[in-house]
């Protein structure tokens, strides 16, 4: 079970990245609310011990605060995690907190520190595959291989992706932390989050409604486990998104959700046309509807001004897309330099 946190407490963590102890003070610990992540906000010592008893509790020093160029007053260097302590955190007393003050950095998921960076994605080396795997992968993530290949695997976090046998999660024993995004289970049942008795932090969203509300009722049961599980997504939302690119605008922090779901029928709108093009005169026709399809962003984007480089970019690839798929239909090639021509002619973002 986590530990029940206490501010001042500092906690020693065997690290299999570089093989050493670390130790850090707990600041303070912003506790779970109903269906909401708990975080906890540190400060790491410095150094890293080759055993656990050469840690010496009053002997420990904190990292440095630091000065930024453009604010000479010190900062302390507090950061913040998601999630619980785990119960492999070891505590080794309390000592008095030397400061306080917001966290200047959010550092991702309690259960990687210290082993990788929140956002590397695993390789093969031997120290690193029990710690932290990230996929973004296009292709179907399949659980059950991933299971034997890395079964102490610690951490998963899954976003944009098809899973395959997806209850062969609870393969991995060893799991902390689960955090799936925007994915998509291809069936083979659920996970028991039961058979994972170090799992403490469970994140989901943008997920199916019914999978989602299931794993929701098994968390509930489990009070160990500090979850979320928003966004769910039924299965008319699946039937006119899933094979939309612009679906995702919707997960966007700065985009309105009524711009998000009018950028998605304005696609949905541009591939009924172009799937109807006649394949006489249909690279003219196309280029002629990629001039509508970025003055309709052009209105779009003209009060809030949300399209940006990225933006840009998913707009013109989705277009791209649909390009290809009528000439698929209709048996037509298309000149993709011609129809990026007349996308940058015709588009004021």
């Known amino acids: 079970m986590p530990h029940t946190p206490e501010p001042g407490t500092v906690y020693a963590v065997h690290s299999p990245l570089d093989q050493r102890w670390h130790a850090y003070q707990l600041v303070h610990a912003v506790s779970a609310k109903a269906n909401k992540r708990s975080h906890v906000h540190i400060w790491e010592m ?29 900062r302390l ?20 907190l030397p400061g306080d003050e917001p966290p200047n950095s959010y550092c991702g998921d309690i259960n990687c520190f210290p082993f990788v960076p929140e ?13 932290h795997y990230r996929s973004q992968e296009t292709a179907p993530f399949d659980c059950a291989a991933f299971a034997r290949q890395y079964p102490k695997m610690r951490v998963l976090s899954l976003f944009d992706s098809e ?9 991995l024993p060893e799991l902390r932390s689960l955090t799936l995004i925007r994915c998509f289970p291809l069936g083979g049942g659920l996970p028991d989050l039961s058979a994972l008795p170090h799992l403490n932090f ?32 039924k299965p008319e939302w699946y039937a006119a998104n ?4 612009l679906a995702a605008l919707a997960d966007a922090e700065h985009i ?46 003209a009060q809030r001004g949300w399209i940006e480089t990225e933006e840009r970019e998913t707009l013109c690839d989705a277009f791209h897309t649909l ?11 298309a000149d993709a330099d011609a129809l990026q021509a007349a996308l940058d002619k015709a588009r004021d973002w």
């Open 256 to 301: 309105r959700a009524a711009d998000a779901k009018a950028a998605a029928k304005i696609y949905t709108g541009s591939l009924k046309t172009a799937l109807a093009l006649p394949a006489d005169g249909f690279q003219t026709a196309l280029e002629q509807l990629a001039a509508q399809y970025a003055a309709a962003f052009n209105g779009l984007n």
């Open 77 to 96: 260097p507090i950061k913040s995690y998601m999630g619980k302590i785990p119960a492999d955190h070891i505590p080794l007393g309390v000592l008095p």
């Open 202 to 233: 469970l994140w989901i969203s943008g997920f199916p409604y019914a999978a989602g509300s299931a794993l929701k009722a098994q968390a509930k049961k489990l009070p160990q486990l500090g979850y979320e599980i928003t966004g769910l997504r």
């Open 323 to 333: 390009a290809r798929l009528a000439a698929e239909t209709v048996g037509a090639s």
């Open 119 to 131: 956002a590397a994605h695993i390789t093969d080396a031997a120290d690193i595959e029990q710690a």
């Open 242 to 245: 899933r094979d939309n690119p």
């Open 46 to 74: 410095q150094g890293a011990f080759a055993r656990l008893e050469d840690i010496v509790l009053g002997k420990l020093k904190h990292a440095p605060a630091y000065i930024l160029a453009h604010d000479p007053a010190p």
């Open 163 to 171: 899973i395959a046998h997806f209850a062969a999660l609870a393969q």
